[in-house]
């Protein structure tokens, strides 16, 4: 029996995990974030299964070592809340569900773009208030314009199709070019100069964090959109802010926010919101937040739950996948059977 405790749940995380679980995992789902304070209720589990905003730094997976677990199964692509290098002074291996659904994230930035520039969300809240006016609602034509995609992974191209198909000009920047006809690599510099729509989706790493920055927010022409559906960090928020409210860019449209992790995903219109520029974001009006979820389909929370469970099945019984940081000939240990849960702080 592999015990697996998945941690920040709600209730669309559980539908397929439920579905999907076989009698040889059990399962515990807890709805509080894996941190340095709750990951000695980990203790007796084989592996956690965290999500993005989840605090895995070196404490944690300190405590996570004492507590017996053996693995780290994320269930997303992205890894950078993660210290590999404690992963690997520990010796628990981490896997992760690279690729689960490109269409999704994909889409939703395609949405976020018509939306932002016809103003879509504008013209739904007035006419709920019978207000049928049209001014201040005017758009552009996508078509003949050109769109930079920074990062050409599964879910770059699949916008990149997107952006095809309303008959847009392509350029692109990756340190990988992809062989697709109709797609222009080009510098940064010169994909923010040139490109009416800006969509990025490239993963955060040191070298990409807050590469949308003062001075390349510059570089944009000032009528061009801001698409950011991939890692908040990859944009400095002050600096966007302060662009947007000079009038040197057109528009933003963001599914992700840099210090996202302590509002994203959770309800607190009760609540004071306490960070200033985000506060100021919502203010705007050529600024369309969402709350991370570009995966929320059904298609991809059924990935997320199968690739992740098959991940934590495969290394246990010996033939580990999708794990990060070259884990993949490490001896996997056998589960032990787990005590009973521990209660929720």
């Not at 001075?215 to 944009?235: D, Q, W």
Request: charge should be neutral; proline fraction near 6%; include cysteine.
């Amino acid at each position: 029996m592999i015990s697996i405790g998945l941690f920040d749940v709600k209730p669309y995380d559980r539908v397929w995990f439920d579905r999907l679980a076989r009698p040889d995992t059990r399962i515990r789902y807890c709805d509080y974030r894996l941190g340095p304070d709750t990951a000695r209720l980990a203790r007796g589990l084989d592996a956690v299964c965290p999500f993005v905003s989840d605090d895995l730094s070196a404490r944690t997976i300190r405590a996570l070592a004492e507590s017996g677990v053996k693995l780290i199964a994320l269930r997303c692509a992205g890894f950078n809340n993660v210290d590999l290098r404690a992963a690997q002074e520990y010796r628990i291996p981490v896997c992760r569900v690279p690729c689960y659904s490109p269409s999704a994230v994909a889409e939703h930035a395609a949405a976020l773009l018509l939306t932002l520039n016809r103003h879509v969300h504008r013209a739904y809240n007035r006419t709920r208030e019978h207000n049928f006016s049209l001014a201040g609602l005017t758009g552009f034509n996508l078509k003949g314009k050109t769109c930079g995609i920074v990062g050409t992974g599964r879910i770059g191209l699949a916008f990149a199709a997107i952006a095809q198909g309303f008959g847009m000009r392509l350029l692109a920047c990756d340190p990988f070019p992809a062989g697709i006809p109709g797609l222009t690599y080009v510098t940064l510099e010169e994909l923010l100069r040139e490109s009416d729509v800006v969509s990025l989706h490239c993963p955060l790493s040191a070298g990409t964090r807050h590469m949308i920055q003062g001075r390349t927010l510059g570089l944009m022409k000032r009528e061009a959109v801001l698409i950011n559906t991939s890692r908040g960090a990859l944009v400095d928020s002050r600096a966007l802010l302060e662009a947007l409210r000079k009038g040197q860019l057109g528009g933003a449209a963001l599914d992700v926010y840099e210090e996202e992790g302590d509002v994203f995903f959770e309800d607190v219109s009760g609540e004071v919101l306490e960070d200033e520029v985000l506060s100021l974001l919502l203010t705007l009006p050529n600024v369309l937040i969402t709350a991370h979820q570009g995966f929320l389909t059904q298609e991809a929370l059924q990935a997320i739950a199968a690739t992740t469970l098959d991940n934590i099945r495969g290394f246990f019984s010996g033939r580990p996948q999708n794990l990060i940081g070259g884990e993949a000939g490490r001896e996997a240990p056998q589960p032990q059977a787990a005590p009973a849960p521990a209660p929720v702080p």
